[in-house]
C-alpha cells in the first residue's frame, strides 16, 4: 500500500494464509511496517479451512498474488505443494513463505531469518515473539533440532 493508502497496479499483494487470518494481527502489523517504510506492498489476510489449503495454494499460481505468508499450521503443506524449495526450506520440511514467480511457487523459510535479525538488536525488549515460533524459538537459543517441537 502506498502512503495514500491506495492499491495500485505496481502494488505488491501478498496473502496470510491462516485459519483465523482475519482475527490475527500479523497482516494489520506487516501493512504498517510497509507503509511506514514505503513499500509499495499490502498483506491481505485469507482464512483458509484445512481440507481447502491445498486447492487454495495450487491455485495461488494463477492470482493475482506475488506470494503468500503460511501460519505454523499449513507450513508443512505448503512444503509438500511448492515447486522450488530454498535450501532452509528442504531442510526443515515446512514452508513459511511462497513467492510466485512464471507460475511457479518457491517456497522459503523468512521467519527464523527475520527473528534471529530482530533479536540481535539492542531495542529488542522481549522474546515473547520468539516463544510464538514454537521449534524456531528453541533451535534458536539451544541450537538444536527438536523434531517435538513442532
Known amino acids: 500500500m502506498n502512503q495514500n493508502n ?3 497496479a505496481e502494488t505488491k499483494l501478498y496473502g496470510f494464509i491462516a485459519q483465523e487470518a ?5 497482516s494489520v502489523t506487516v501493512n504498517k511496517l510497509f507503509k511506514e517504510n514505503s513499500i509499495n506492498a ?13 486447492f487454495t495454494i495450487s491455485q495461488m499460481r494463477s492470482s ?7 501460519s505454523s499450521e499449513y507450513q ?6 511448492i515447486d522450488s524449495a530454498s535450501d532452509a526450506v528442504r531442510e526443515q520440511g515446512v514452508c513459511d513463505c511462497i513467492f510466485i514467480e512464471e507460475g ?3 517456497g522459503d523459510l ?10 540481535e538488536r539492542d531495542d529488542f525488549q522481549d522474546d515473547i515473539a520468539l ?16 523434531d517435538k517441537k513442532r
Open 6 to 8: 491506495q492499491i495500485t
Open 22 to 26: 482475519h482475527s490475527n494481527r500479523f
Open 42 to 54: 499490502m498483506v491481505i489476510p485469507m482464512n483458509i479451512r484445512s481440507d481447502d489449503i491445498a
Open 64 to 70: 493475482k498474488l506475488n506470494g503468500a505468508l503460511i
Open 76 to 81: 508443512e503443506s505448503a512444503f509438500a505443494l
Open 104 to 106: 511457479l511457487l518457491y
Open 110 to 119: 523468512i521467519m527464523p531469518r527475520a527473528l534471529e535479525k530482530f533479536a
Open 131 to 146: 516463544r510464538a515460533m514454537c521449534h524456531y524459538f528453541y533451535e534458536l537459543i539451544t541450537g538444536e533440532d527438536d
